[in-house]
């Protein structure tokens, strides 16, 4: 099977074997609850080790090995790994557990986990989860969204049956098709249908805003 990349699909080998990775509503939902599955976006970007990532990758254009070990240390990033094997499951219809490894009990350590490594290593389960799950339940289509539409309030629960019920209305897709769907791949959707959308973007409005204090002000100046 042949990935769209664009709306969100991978492909990852291992040996002899493939996996197919589709973000979908309906594998966001295999992640857990709706208040889980914001939880998993947030244990995966908010955790200690995905800013050092970031400047790892400003300072060398890559991770080094010496900070790889030190983000392998047992407790310094379960969060991020749980999160990042949860969703990567959760994408995959098959087990892929050779490819993620698993958390297990530590022997040595009474009630903590530690992370038995599959095929992938950290920092690729890392950059592709992130990405699988932001397709899924954010999306990555350029979408004009209007200013009288933004609330500037963080949503604590992804409900998925929302956008499968939205995309049964506006594309006349059965559940199963509109299951299928990834959020980039719904957001490309509505593109198409309502290409043209009245009003000010919250940049533009601000823009506008900005410009007309500027002029105001140059004829306050110029009168004084």
Request: charged share 25%; glycine share 6%.
């Amino acid at each position: 099977m042949t990935p769209l990349t664009e709306i969100g699909e991978c492909l990852i080998g291992a040996g002899r074997r493939e996996y197919f990775f589709r973000p979908s509503f309906a594998a966001m939902t295999c992640i857990g609850s709706p208040a889980e599955i914001v939880q998993a976006f947030y244990d995966l970007n908010h955790d200690a080790v995905s800013p050092l990532f970031a400047r790892a990758y400003e300072a060398y254009g890559s991770v080094p090995a010496w900070l790889m070990e030190y983000v392998s240390k047992p407790g310094f990033a379960d969060k991020a790994i749980g999160a990042a094997i949860n969703i990567l499951q959760a994408c995959c219809d098959d087990d892929c557990a050779s490819l993620t490894g698993a958390m297990m009990p530590s022997r040595s350590r009474t009630g903590e986990l530690i992370w038995m490594p599959g095929a992938m290593s950290f920092e690729e389960m890392v950059m592709i989860s992130s990405s699988l799950i932001t397709h899924g339940i954010i999306g990555k289509a350029k979408v004009r969204k209007l200013q009288r539409n933004e609330s500037g309030q963080m949503t604590r629960e992804f409900h998925a049956i929302e956008y499968i019920n939205a995309a049964r209305s506006h594309f006349g897709m059965s559940k199963d098709e509109a299951m299928k769907l990834t959020m980039t791949e719904f957001q490309l959707l509505l593109n198409t249908k309502y290409p043209e959308q009245k009003g000010f973007t919250k940049e533009e409005y601000d823009t506008v805003v900005d410009d007309y204090f500027a002029k105001k002000q140059r004829k306050l100046d110029k009168a004084a």
